[in-house]
């Protein structure tokens, strides 16, 4: 080699290292030009950063490292192209490998690599990811060989590798290289401070506490019509309708703002002073006189509760007027200490009284006018209503996926006096939005399912806050009935509900939280590569909050996050489209979000025609209950498409043609609920009676201690010794042709035998069973 070409590779050599420095120090976060927006005036739902991380005593909690995903590199050549081979030899493969074997079992390497970040699992993953580089380069850089070489001459020790190894992890592992920063942006430890707008005024607190049918929210209300301006914000749809039509209803002018519908009073959309809206859609930047947050209990709930704590310590209101439990006193003031508002409390009793009965109900014969049966399964609200239809009986049907229209007729028609419907079925969904003339709530289980904190699903006994707020529809002051009943189907049930109301509801000890868009997209500024979900499990395992919040459960967020990665969208996007409020137990729901999703990101718009043959529009009527709940998806689809039209509007241009068959939709829906009966008489013809079945498992008699309903079809036949009743399930059995009288007789006089002879009990189960799996094989063949 000439000396001339030894002069120019030694140059080239010493501008690379003086260009690219080994970094060896402690970790340390390196902030980018970029990173500067952490110290600027933040908007609303920003992190405030002003702390460092490390306040009081408290230190910050180790990351979850299983979420850090290594970043693919690239196997090319080196920048410096084949100069630590020209100054050196070419690298022998195989001791190569021993080197790179033998540094990873230095003890020393190891703990110096967790002191800067590198736990065992990060090791392992960098070491096998640095292998792999150091083997199929086709050529390294110029140090790192001249190094590894010295090595494998015995002119250098194999702890020299060091530098470039850590270099190599940042590389892969890039949140080693500005855990700071991550840190800084995932710390909630300081949510008063999102909020600039309302911590410049002094707002007053006010909370209406009491149990259901108290009159708390009226007396907020009243507060909310009276002044100039306002904003009401309820858990539900149907409650900030209710308010809305209210409010238009006493002259006081009023929008609608939910997820899926705007309403505006002024013919030229103009904004009105005061507006009724669901809890996330509240505004936390425009100025109010009165601010009415219905509810507040729910700021613990697992997946909701970040938007009452939201609305707590944004809403810019002169007054803010909180309903809720009594429970929740103690909590909220503790919560207002953060902001200097002092919480002045307002206590109301309930208005009717209610009491717990004596005695279970324990046959559907004993149903009355007023009675409402609370159901925790769709299938149990089919199974109760068919077995009350069958009697000659007209019930009306709520549970929590029928649309708001079909809420709304159903508890219509169980309140219209003159309509012979006198019985309700439902789920826990009346609890809240629905005013509802029941006379006895009767609970038909006391186990419900639930998410637990971790986000999973367990069956586990109501808690006393739900039992009350079911419980306190029984009754209600502007009902025709002025006291209340609540008792229980079953007789074994009846003391378990007793116990649950004797208890006082659980104090309010935490708030939700949530991260922000903003916050998501400072994390993806310093991980780009990583994915959505990765990036929100990330900001989770990072984050630090006081002992009175919690991080809510994500779940459903990663769940639609997973569902559209390989979707190419922008962070912002993906962000909104991943808060879209879908059920993900419905699979057409979930397959037109991801159509919706695919289109979206193509440029296309969502037409009116492009929804109206995705849906198959015009749907028919149901014929069973799977059409039913197939219909019920149809409508959340069109609800999906209306919620992403306010976002996206351009991209989801005819939203007033969507709305015009979805009213269409809920009308068919309507229709079918009506004929639930006959829907599940289609869809399963075999008569059953699940409850008669439980109820002779217990060990209960089943005698009917009086029938206060009259039947429309004719009184029911009396027993005799040679007829069987037609209520009971042998009478019906032999009505629909499935048992003849003979064999029914037959039946009975086999089991009077086995009555008085049990020693052919075993023999006559044995043949039973023998007989029952040969006719299973058969259909099997």
């Known amino acids: 080699m000439s000396v001339s070409r030894c002069v120019s590779l030694f140059s080239r050599l010493q501008r690379h290292i003086s260009a690219q420095p080994v970094r060896c120090t402690a970790l340390s976060c390196h902030v980018s030009p970029g990173s500067v927006f952490l110290h600027q005036p933040h908007q609303a739902g920003a992190v405030v950063c002003s702390r460092k991380v490390s306040s ?51 003890k020393e390497m190891q703990k110096l690599a967790a002191d800067h970040g590198l736990d065992a699992r990060l090791f392992h993953q960098a070491f096998i990811s640095f292998r792999k580089y150091v083997l199929e380069m086709t050529s390294l850089a110029a140090e790192l060989h001249i190094v590894l070489s010295d090595i494998c001459y015995g002119a250098g020790h194999v702890d020299d590798i060091y530098p470039y190894f850590m270099r190599h992890a940042k590389q892969i592992f890039p949140m080693l290289d500005c855990m700071d920063d991550l840190r800084k942006i995932s710390d909630l430890r300081l949510p008063a401070n999102w909020y600039p707008e309302a911590r410049a005024i002094q707002r007053k607190v006010v909370f209406h506490a009491g149990p259901t049918n108290s009159g708390k929210t009226y007396h907020a209300i009243q507060r909310f019509l009276s002044a100039k301006s306002g904003v009401y914000c309820g858990p539900l749809k149907l409650l900030a309708h209710e308010i809305f039509e209210k409010s238009n209803t006493a002259g006081v002018a009023c929008d609608l703002v939910t997820g899926e519908e705007r309403s505006f009073m002024d013919p030229e959309g103009r904004a009105a002073g005061h507006v009724a809206c669901t809890i996330e859609m509240c505004s936390v930047t425009t100025p109010y006189e009165v ?44 919560l207002m200490y953060s902001t200097g508002e002092e919480v002045e409390v307002h206590n109301y009793q309930r208005l009717t009284p209610f009491s717990v009965l004596d005695q279970a109900v324990e046959s559907l014969d004993n149903l009355r006018p007023g009675d409402c049966v609370v159901c925790f399964s769709k299938n149990d609200i089919y199974s109760i209503s068919r077995q009350i239809e069958a009697r000659g009986l007209e019930c009306a049907v709520i549970y929590g996926s029928l649309p708001p229209g079909t809420k709304l007729s159903q508890a219509k028609k169980f309140n219209d006096p003159e309509d012979p419907c006198k019985i309700l079925v439902a789920t826990d969904a009346i609890g809240m939005g629905l005013n509802l003339s029941i006379k006895r709530i009767i609970f038909n289980s006391l186990i419900k399912p639930n998410i637990n904190d971790k986000g999973e699903k367990q069956m586990e006994t109501i808690s006393t806050s739900q039992a009350l707020q079911i419980a306190g529809r ?59 979900s990765n990036l929100v499990d990330i900001f989770v395992s990072l984050s630090q909050v006081d002992g009175v919040y919690f991080v809510c459960n994500i779940d459903d967020f990663k769940f639609l996050a997973d569902m559209i990665q390989h979707i190419p969208l922008n962070l912002r996007s993906r962000y909104v489209f991943c808060t ?102 289609a869809t399963d013809p075999a008569i059953t009676d699940p409850l008669q079945t439980q109820a002779s498992r217990r060990g209960r008699s089943g005698t009917a201690s009086g029938n206060y309903l009259t039947s429309s079809k004719g009184q029911r036949g009396q027993r005799d010794s040679g007829e069987v009743s037609d209520g009971s399930l042998a009478g019906r059995l032999v009505k629909d042709g499935l048992l003849t009288p003979d064999l029914l007789r037959q039946l009975q006089r086999e089991w009077s035998e086995q009555k008085l002879n049990p020693t052919n009990q075993r023999a006559l189960d044995t043949e039973a069973h023998h007989n029952y799996n040969k006719g299973r094989r058969k259909k099997k063949k």
């Open 56 to 106: 009081n005593s408290s230190s910050p909690k180790p990351p979850d490292t299983s979420l850090f995903v290594p970043v693919s590199l690239k196997t090319d050549t080196a920048v410096d192209g084949s100069v630590g081979a020209e100054l050196t030899q070419p690298l022998d493969k195989s001791e190569l490998l021993k080197i790179m074997n033998r540094f990873y079992k230095r």
């Open 580 to 681: 879209a409020p879908i059920n993900k137990k419905q699979p057409f729901v979930c397959t037109s979000f991801l159509k919706f999703a695919r289109q979206f990101s193509r440029d296309e718009p969502l037409t009116f025609d492009w929804v109206c043959r995705h849906v198959n529009w015009p749907v028919a009527p149901p014929k069973n209950i799977k059409d039913l709940v197939h219909l019920e998806a149809v409508h959340d689809v069109l609800d999906l498409y209306l919620w992403l039209s306010y976002r996206f509007m351009d991209m989801f241009p005819d939203t007033a043609l969507v709305r015009e068959i979805q009213k269409e939709l809920d009308d068919i829906i309507q229709e079918g609920v009506r004929n639930i009966t006959r829907l599940i008489r």
């Open 474 to 532: 029984a009754g209600r002051f502007s009902s025709k009935f002025k006291e209340g009943e609540v008792t229980t189907m079953y007789r074994d049930d009846l003391p378990i509900l007793k116990e649950i109301l004797s208890h006082s509801v659980d104090p309010i000890e935490t708030a939700g939280l949530h991260p922000t868009a903003e916050q998501i997209e400072m994390f993806a500024y310093h991980l780009p590569d990583a994915t959505l």
């Open 291 to 334: 601010a009415v947050i219905d509810e507040i209990q729910m700021i613990r709930d697992p997946s909701r509760g970040w938007a009452w704590t939201r609305a707590l310590l944004g809403l810019c209101a002169e007054e803010i007027h909180v309903c809720g439990e009594s429970a929740a006193i103690d909590f909220i003031r503790e």
